[in-house]
Each structure stands twice: as C-alpha cells, then as structure tokens.
C-alpha cells in the first residue's frame, strides 16, 4: 500500500545519500526548496513527470521511491534539520551594540524561511542588520527603555506572513510538548523555546533523539555576540530542553505579509506614544519608558550621591540599554525616510540630527564615566554630576525630536 511518509523518507534518504541538499536537488529539478521539503515531510508528491527525473537523479526507479523496502535500522535516531530555504551571505552588521534577543531571532526566522528580497550579486540573502533595527521598531521594543509588548514575537512575525502559536510548558505533558516541537519542524517551520527564567531563547530548527534534543540556535538579551551569529551550518544541540517546561511558540503559515510602509508608519506613531509617556508603569523607576525616565535616573543619582556611595549602582547596564534604544530609534528613522514614501522627510531630518546630538553624548558618558570605576566617594560624586547633566540634556533634544515626529501625523 502507497505511504506518502515512506516515500518522502526514502526521498530524503536518497537525497542525502547523493550528498545533495534540498536547495541543490530543487535546482536540479527546477522547482522550490519548499516543494521537496513536503515531498520529503510526506505532505505532498511530486508528479509523475518529474517523479521519473527525481529517480534518474537519486539513482533509484520510480517503484523504489514510492514503495521502498523496509531498511536495516529503521528506527534508529533519524536526525531532521531545516536547511535555509535560500542561501545567505556571511553576517555584515555591527555586532554591538546588538542586545535585543526578540530582533535578532526575528531577523533570523526571516532569513532561515528565505524571507528576505534584499540579496548580494549571486543570489544569497544579506543580513546586515536592516532587519534587526526594523523589528526592534515593529515590535516596539527600541522604544522602550526596558518594555516590550507580550505579543512582540507575533507582531513581529506577521510582517513576514507568518503566525506564531503559544503553548504554555505548564499546561503539556512532556510527552504532548515534544510531539508538538517535532511535528511543528517537521512541517517545514521552526519552533522558539521561550524560557520562564534569564535563559537562552531557542530558534529550534531541527530535532534528534525523536525530539528529546533539539537543534537550533540560542539568543539572550543582552549577549551581543549570540544575537549577531546566526549560521545554520553551526546549530547547537539542547538535551532534555523540556524538563524546565518552557512556553513554546510554533511558527505557522499566516495571512497575508504586513506592508513595510504600512508598519514603518505604524511602528512610529506607536513609538511616539511610548516615548512622550510621563506615567510611572512598573514599580522599579527605572523599568518602563518613556520621559520620566530621564528625571527618575537623575534622582536615584542623586540619592546615591547624598548617600555618599563609591559605586555608581544605576549606570550599568543601563547606559548601554539607553544607548542602543536611542541608536536604534535613530536608525529606524532613517529607514523610514528610505523606506516610506509619504512621510514628510524635513520634521524626521530635524529629528535625526537630535538623535545624533543625544547619541554622541551618551558615547563621550560611557567613554568617560564607564571605562574606569571612580577610586573615591568624590570622584563617583563627581561623575554622577556629569551623568546628571547629560541625562538633563539628553531629555531636551528627544523632546525636541518628538515634536518634530509628532509634526508629521498632525
């Protein structure tokens, strides 16, 4: 009896056994990736026209391919990966500062789905972290000195006409969580581990051990290094990746891609409304976003100050959380000049030049605040006065910049 798994196995056992990736036999055949990879997942067949040139190709006959003999080992550890479905070019962005997971791992679900129209001279798809500041927009997150909306991964995936379901690690069984994970892959998609605790977030795109490992690659906020390295060929293996009952968001065909233009405009009238918030929204002065983030990082200097302490507690890592937000706010402006086309260009010109101004301060203050611990009460008391006054500064020229971006929606 016909089994469309079997064949599709015995397609992919062939495949490999050629030394030949879905990419390599899809141009052979001259079809898409996506259509051997269901070939392969057993969704689908291909016709009888080119079932005769897969065989030739794959040194088998047609009888062969679509009902195989049983094989010697047939239940050992099968390992399933998901190859990108076009090639990429090596990583040409900066790699800091870059401490955002959710755009990182955004950036590369784009690239692994073959998602992304801007390409080097032979066709390979560029990642030089474009991506990376659009998403940080699109899902809000630059905006934010430490926020992030609960449903940022779904947002940002439906740019790219994709759909994200949740499951919660504490409402499945281990059993039902890693049948979902395995299904999920092999369907053609990736899955995303999100754990309940200050850990990797995994982009799983690949499973051994009939899913008990997973294979796939880690982002954390605040790592630079591990959001900037996204190679497919160096996936890592994570054991037992169910036992911690993470929540688990499989990514899924969606409706129709979001306009870019249409999300630029969006992501900015939306930032807007974050970074004019006064309002204190999280019980820790600085977490939420906002302008009153400015007069509540220079009160907790200076309580540190009356205090007279040597270290200065509220500097780090929030610099650098401020210093990228700020850098990505600028960039995305940019973008949004390059990108949308009915936008006045004169208010976010004046906007950006604000931005630059706020941004070399905050670099000259790292330089000078950060690189060295204060050796004395006065020294760190002396440095936070500098901070003072390059967070008073800084809090007048994005003032200025927001009227400016608030111009273009009125």
Known sequence: MFDSAKAGKEIAV???????????????????????SKWENGHAMPELSLLVELAGILGSTVDSILFPASRPGANANIEHVLLPYAPIADFSGRTWPRSMAYPALLSAVK????????????????NDGTEYILQSAFTSICFGYSWGAEDALETGLSVYGLSGELHRGRDCTEGDFIRLAVKNILSGYPVILLPQEYSDIILATGFS??????????????????????????????????????????????????????????????????????????????VGYGMLIYDNWCRELQKESSQDMLAIECLSPHIFIHYEGKLCIKQFLELCMLLTADLER??????????DELIGMCEACMRDVCEKAPES????????????AVLQRS????????????????
């Open 14 to 36: 062939l495949r490999k056994s050629m030394g030949l990736t879905q990419e390599e036999l899809a141009g052979r055949l001259n079809i898409s990736p996506q259509a051997v």
């Open 111 to 126: 690239l692994l789905m073959g998602l992304e129209k801007h390409r080097d001279s032979i066709g390979r798809q560029l």
């Open 209 to 286: 051990r009939q899913g008990k490992v997973l294979k796939g690659l880690p982002f954390l906020d605040g790592d630079d290094d591990k959001n900037s390295v996204m190679s497919f060929q160096a996936l890592k293996n994570f054991s037992e990746w169910y036992e911690k009952k993470p929540d688990m968001l499989l990514i899924r065909p969606g409706s129709k891609a979001d306009s870019v233009p249409v999300k630029c405009r969006e992501a900015l009238r939306h930032g807007l409304t974050l970074l004019q918030n006064e309002r204190q929204v999280f019980d820790e002065p600085l």
């Open 346 to 355: 004169r208010p976010l010109l004046t906007a950006i030049s604000k931005y």
């Open 377 to 388: 009460v006065r020294e760190a008391n002396e440095k936070r006065k500098m901070l003072i």
């Open 395 to 410: 809090k007048e020229l994005e003032a200025d910049a927001l009227r400016e971006i608030s111009s273009v929606f009125l």
